[in-house]
């Protein structure tokens, strides 16, 4: 069955150290591959996106992710993390094939120390 | 708007009641959507719209909970005879409903039933 895992569901760093978010899925196909950012009061914000092509890719607010197809994986990295990035990420795939679903992970909370 | 709007913000209801949520998606967005998210947890599917055609409904919990999109634009949510496992929060996303298109989410609507 198709799923996402997060591993960690706290993760704290100090302001300007770098930050890495793991995410790993189960899936028969090639997958389209999200981030999404979750700040307390909002709806969820795309970070950014993999469907093809360049395994690592560039989103927003300095953030990128690279696809690593041998170890089921698409993890989030950040190289300095700003006392604003605190929030909760959100890893998902989907469309699921033959359907419309997308499948997220149960996030990871981020917390930043000044 | 610029973004999907979801209203209410918030809603209490007593157990037993019927509570309808509304989601207003982004103009231009065919596909729309329907996740629940727990406390904790990472949005779970509910159903998707294709224009004003629901084309899955296979994450609705049970027959107490349905959907609808009259006129392929805004949809609402309806639960019926709530019951207090039914507070979550409820999300709509919406998107341009091409295979590669990310979800555009709204603020959500945090339903609590006592």
């Known amino acids: 069955a198709q799923s996402v895992t997060q591993p960690d569901i706290h993760i704290t760093v100090s302001e300007g150290a770098s930050l890495e978010l793991r995410c790993n899925y189960s899936y028969g196909a090639t997958p389209y591959l999200f981030w999404y950012v979750q700040s307390p009061g909002q709806g969820l914000q795309l970070l950014l996106k993999y469907f093809s092509g360049d395994t690592l890719v560039q989103g927003i607010k300095g953030f990128e992710a690279e696809f690593k197809r041998s170890q089921s994986s698409f993890n989030l990295r950040k190289p300095s993390v700003h006392w604003s990035d605190a929030a909760e990420y959100f890893c998902a795939v989907g469309p699921i094939s033959g359907t419309y679903k997308y499948i997220f992970g149960t996030g990871t909370r981020l917390k930043v120390l000044a | 708007g610029a973004g999907v709007s979801q209203s209410p913000r918030y809603k209490v209801t007593k157990r037993g009641q019927d509570v309808a949520l509304r989601c207003d998606p982004i103009?231009?967005?065919?596909?729309l959507y329907w996740y629940r998210q727990a406390l904790g947890q990472g949005p779970e599917f509910l159903t998707y719209f294709n224009y004003e055609a629901q084309q899955d409904k296979s994450g609705l919990p049970n027959d107490r909970f349905s959907a609808e999109r009259p006129e392929g634009s805004i949809s609402t949510l309806t639960i019926q005879r709530t019951e207090q496992r039914d507070s979550a929060m409820y999300r709509c996303?919406?998107?341009?409903?091409?295979?590669?298109?990310?979800?555009?989410f709204g603020n959500g609507t945090r339903l609590t039933v006592t």
């Open positions: 996303a919406s998107s341009l409903g091409r295979e590669s298109s990310p979800l555009h």
């Open positions: 103009s231009g967005h065919v596909s």
